[in-house]
């Protein structure tokens, strides 16, 4: 399975504060994505960022990508309570014809 | 932006029943759409892609005569959970690719559509 691995499982912080998500896949990639979703709902495309990107940022989100240790953090400065959601990468594997794989996800609980 | 619709939106059906899910969408032509089920508190899996006017292509374990696709068109394509069970029961997503230019084959998820098979 090329299935990627998110840590923490579930992440619970106070509004304010800082959040880290950490992805890791197995196989090369053309780019990663990250995506939010709220309980029982779609998913949210957050940002995009790829193969040969390291950092890109986006609002309060700051993505890192090292392909050396095919790894991805997610980073939500100043977090809120309407952060709170699951959080999933996903990639595009080279070769596999667009598709992506979602890793495990990220289960963010922000607090007042 | 693009946007990909779902209907139904939710569905309760008897088991033994079919039940049909479009994806539609709505701003541009998907060349490609992927099915995807979440079970609660998963992650998403892929079930199968789907090219306009050819045959799907099914992940492993995703059994075709159970889950049929049909993507007729460039901006609708359709899942139907035939004989439906409880083990059915799932979080069905899809997603539409293609058509815009962009060189990430960047998807555009749907709401999902919640199936309860009682």
């Known amino acids: 399975s090329q299935q990627g691995e998110e840590d923490p499982q579930a992440l619970s912080i106070q509004e304010g504060e800082n959040a880290t998500m950490n992805c890791s896949y197995k196989t090369s990639i053309n780019n990663l994505q990250w995506y939010r979703q709220n309980s029982g709902r779609g998913l949210v495309h957050l940002i995009l960022i790829r193969s040969n990107e390291r950092e890109k940022h986006s609002g309060r989100l700051r993505v890192t990508l090292d392909t050396s240790k095919k790894s991805s953090s997610l980073l939500i400065t100043a977090s809120r309570a309407a952060d709170t959601a699951s959080y999933f990468c996903?990639?595009?594997?080279?070769?596999?014809?667009?598709?992506?794989?979602f890793g495990t996800g990220t289960r963010l609980q922000v607090t007042l | 932006g693009a946007v990909v619709s779902q209907h139904p939106s939710w569905v309760i059906c008897k088991s033994g029943t079919s039940v049909k899910i479009e994806c539609r969408s709505l701003?541009?032509?998907?060349?490609?759409m992927f099915w995807y089920r979440q079970f609660p508190k998963q992650s998403l899996m892929l079930m199968a892609t789907?090219?306009?006017?050819?045959?799907?292509?099914?992940e492993q374990g995703v059994e075709k005569d159970k889950f049929l696709i049909n993507h007729a068109s460039l901006t609708l394509s359709t899942l139907t959970v035939t004989s439906a069970h409880p083990e059915d029961s799932s979080f069905y997503i899809c997603?539409?690719?293609?058509?815009?230019?962009?060189?990430?084959?960047?998807?555009?998820f749907g709401p999902g559509t919640r199936l309860t098979v009682l």
């Open positions: 996903a990639t595009d594997h080279t070769g596999t014809a667009s598709k992506l794989t």
């Open positions: 789907s090219n306009e006017g050819s045959k799907a292509t099914y």
């Open positions: 997603s539409a690719a293609g058509g815009l230019g962009r060189g990430d084959n960047e998807q555009f």
């Open positions: 701003d541009f032509q998907a060349t490609t």
